[in-house]
């Protein structure tokens, strides 16, 4: 069932992203010479004044990884390890030394995220929900920096101009912003971001991981770097 939503998450996100035009394709030879396995998610930093964003964000980060074929350590336990630790401001858990994460963790590489956007907001004559997140993946036994992008995803993605006149569109922008605050549209943004940010399907996603069935071994010049 899982696979099945998040394959039309997929769907979804590939045709609001259709008629777009691509940015330059990343360059993922470090990525494949590192040959990450598993991914340690770190709590993301919240630039929002929303304070819900990182539990809803984080709540659906999990996924994309996953089924891009990464083996991902469970969220509740890592944060739990951090608490244990005295570690509960995501800022301070960012700043701890790549090598200690690897001690603790024994993870291949660390996903390192920030919440650029996140809700509710009326501007005018329209009203937009916004989710927007960057991420940064870092191999933890060398620091190195193998992969970062950011994706934002909107409600106004999903909606067309009901037409109706000034009025209309006044009312209409009120309706929203009342119905996506209250139904925490964000949740559902964050799911289209997460999805268009991480996912192997996706253009300048993650590569396919290890249990991906499209994974690709590194070439044998690449393994000896």
């Keep these: 069932m899982r696979s ?113 956007e996140y809700g509710t907001s009326y501007i005018l004559i329209s009203s937009d929900t916004v989710v927007s997140v960057s991420a940064t993946l870092v191999d933890l036994k060398t620091g190195t920096v193998l992969w970062k992008d950011v994706a934002r995803a909107s409600s106004a993605e999903t909606r067309g101009n009901s037409g109706g006149g000034l009025i209309g569109m006044l009312v209409e922008a009120a309706v929203n912003q009342i119905l996506e605050t209250v139904t925490d549209k964000g949740f559902d943004i964050a799911t289209i971001a997460n999805t268009r940010l991480l996912s192997a399907e996706m253009h300048n996603g993650l590569p396919h991981g290890p249990r991906s069935a499209k994974f690709e071994q590194p070439a044998t010049s690449e393994k000896q770097k």
Excluded: W
């Design 4 to 116: 099945l939503y998040f394959a039309v998450i997929v769907l979804i996100v590939a045709l609001l992203s259709g008629c777009v035009s691509a940015p330059p394709a990343h360059d993922y030879s470090g990525f494949r010479a590192s040959n990450p396995h598993s991914i340690l998610v770190l709590p993301p930093i919240n630039k929002s004044t929303e304070v819900i964003a990182p539990y809803s964000v984080m709540s659906q980060m999990v996924a994309p990884i996953a089924e891009s074929g990464f083996y991902v350590f469970p969220v509740a336990l890592v944060d739990q390890t951090f608490k244990n630790n005295g570690l509960t401001v995501a800022s301070d858990i960012h700043a701890v030394p790549v090598q200690k994460l690897h001690e603790i963790f024994s993870a291949d590489a660390a996903l390192y995220l920030t919440i650029e």
